[in-house]
């Protein structure tokens, strides 16, 4: 039987008229990456700061590494680590320092070459925090996450505004961490994040789960559709022009600028058309894209917007 | 034990790496006792006038009466004569019999330690008989010593120079006897034996002695009224606070830690302070001695716990430092620190009473022997004992690592 990391049921979290978490539970086996997802305000933050002790719930239960709990306590938190979505460190301490003053709050902590070796960060160790670039204080908290050598690693979106190669540095991370077979919590509204790390993924809206499975688990709860894209040069109303041209044979349309994006179940028609329109209007195609389902589609599905929106 | 220490160091290194911070731990207080002491010390030092009394245990006789000769020259330099500018202010208790010799020595030394007196002049019984033998001996001959006893405050500033000038006097007074009967020897000096009191405290005072002090205590409060709540409230703004409340570090030992590291930046601003006041500006304060260095440690604990609760009641930093300069013009002005309070408004008076300064400030003054106010001794270590234990009970129950709770 697996063994169970994180179970939550019916957490609750209201601040004064706002629902901001209404009645979610899931469960997390060991040594799983587990991801909520959604848009900013969707609840997701909200319900990691009342796992990580920062907020009390109003309601429900918290079962932590084999413990019921209210709220989260002292006991659980030495065997977590939390990188926090906004967690700023003493700007004149150094990284070392960092380190090895987080390493005192807990009971059993990793040597600092270690940590520092793992988010690649030893040539920086006496660099003050305020040195560092953007994604070097990432990895600093990232590693300070990991101070304790954690059951259990919450990421409250990670990678939020990180240029695409320290976005890559910290996926390298968790994926160390995944194979280490540590038990990720993560929050984030970039589904390529989702669906490149995640086993188990939740997705959020106003609060509520509106989505669950794996990745490809929810894509195929899309069906056998397909997704066409494409780019409609030229005039500014060719992206409606195109959408009329496909009519039936797509369910799904969505225009964004002279991008197309099209869901259908029958692709060689859908490109038939598309390209007799193409001919016959003389607009000039580009980009075009055919794929399967991912986590973002599986969202627009559900909400009918953009995980960005 | 190791967070709390680490939560302490971090305190400490982070001081000394950021200038702002440096700045009002060791500039600022140093500054502040500097141009004190420039401004206002000079102000008392054009007329300093020595309260003095003098004992002649010695009858007046007919004819050379050396005792009365010495008597008048303090008279005159007390302002009977035409002195513009008198240099002592002089009693003479008369002295009789025996038993009541001893008494009237007792009580003006009693007024010495009290600080009612400078200096307490004594002339032995039998002087002018000595001084008249020792004048016909002349020089080289083994004299039985004439001795003139001067009692002074040892610490007191004002009685320490009183005897210097009282020295003076007694040597010119000396010197011109000798002349007069023909038998002047340069190497016969006049004898005057050094006695000294403990004193027992509210005499007056070189400025820099009742400053020093106060600057010690002003020091500790700022950097605990306005430091205090500015760290903990930019780390809770910023998220500093967020990052430690998701391990287990709990607020009672994040305050503790905290609490360390500010003791340790106290205790090296003091030493800076005593050490400039004392060798640079002349303080002759004993605020070394372990009471004093208490009731500092008082002090310390009650800005500390102050700033705590400040931390905890204020949503945000700017929140803070206004809570801080709300408290901070009372408590400094109301608390005796730079100037005697006398007789203040009643309504002021029920601040200066809940004021902790006034008795933080008074029991330091009190231990470093400067001044005796009208406080209780114990009030001195119960008022501020009190805020500090409220305080933080506040703090521990209110603090919180968002604004949010």
Known sequence: MEQIALRVTSLRKRYGDVIAVDDISFEVPIGKVFTLLGPNGAGKTTTLEMLEGIRVPDGGEIELLGRKLKRVDRKAKQRMGVLLQEGHFEPYLRVREVIHLFSSFFDRSVAAEDILARVALQEKEKASVRSLSGGQRQRLALGVALVNDPDLIFLDEPTTGLDPQARRNIWDIMADLKRRERTLILTTHYMEEAEALSDDVRIMDHGRVIGSGSPAELASGLGQETILEFSAGGAGTSGDGASAALGSCCHKIRIDGETVTAHTMDLMHAMERLLEWSKREQVKLSNVVVRQPNLEDVFLSLTGRTLRE | ?405
């Open chain 2, 1 to 405: 034990m190791k967070d709390i220490l680490s939560v302490a160091a971090t305190y400490v290194i982070t001081a000394f790496r950021e200038r702002t911070t440096l700045f009002w731990f060791l500039v600022f207080p140093l500054f502040l006792l500097l141009i004190l002491t420039l401004v206002f010390s000079g102000m008392g030092t054009t007329s300093v006038v020595f309260d003095a009394a003098l004992v002649r245990i010695e009858a007046p006789q007919e004819g050379f009466d050396p005792a009365g000769i010495i008597e008048q020259a303090f008279r005159e330099l007390s302002g009977t004569g035409e002195l513009e500018q008198p240099l002592f202010a002089l009693s003479v208790p008369a002295a009789n019999t025996d038993e009541a010799v001893s008494q009237i020595v007792e009580t003006q030394l009693a007024q010495l330690r009290n600080g009612e007196l400078d200096a307490v002049i004594v002339i032995p019984a039998g002087f002018n008989a000595a001084f008249g033998q020792r004048m016909a001996a002349g020089a080289g001959t083994e004299l039985v010593p004439v001795d003139i006893e001067v009692w002074v405050d040892e610490g007191r500033t004002t009685s320490e120079l009183a005897f210097d000038v009282i020295g003076q006097v007694l040597a010119t007074v000396d010197r011109e006897l000798q002349m007069a009967v023909g038998g002047y020897n340069a190497a016969i000096e006049p004898g005057v034996i050094f006695e000294t009191v403990s004193s027992d405290g509210s005499g007056e005072l070189a400025y820099i002695d009742f400053v020093l002090p106060g600057v010690l205590v002003m020091g500790f409060l700022t950097v605990g009224l306005f430091g205090v709540p500015g760290t903990i409230l930019y780390g809770r703004d910023q998220g500093l606070l967020r990052r430690y409340w998701v391990t287990p570090l709990t607020v009672p030992r994040y305050l503790a830690g905290y609490g360390l590291g500010h003791l340790a930046l106290c205790v090296i601003q003091a030493a800076a302070l005593i050490l400039v006041g004392t060798l640079g500006l002349g303080a002759s304060v004993s605020v070394l001695q372990p009471a004093t260095l208490l009731f500092l440690l008082l002090a310390v604990c009650t800005f500390l716990a102050f700033g705590f609760l400040i931390a905890s009641l204020a949503r945000t930093a700017n929140g803070g430092m206004a809570i801080a300069n709300i408290l901070n013009m009372p408590m400094m002005f109301l608390g005796g620190l730079f100037f005697s309070i006398g007789d203040v408004p009643i309504a002021l008076r029920v601040i200066m009473l809940i004021n902790p300064v006034t008795y933080l400030a008074e029991g330091v003054r009190r231990t470093s022997g400067v001044e005796v106010g009208h406080v209780p001794w114990l009030a001195t270590l119960l008022v501020p004992g009190a805020w500090i234990v409220g305080s933080i009970l506040i703090a521990v129950k209110r603090l919180s690592w968002d604004v949010e709770r």
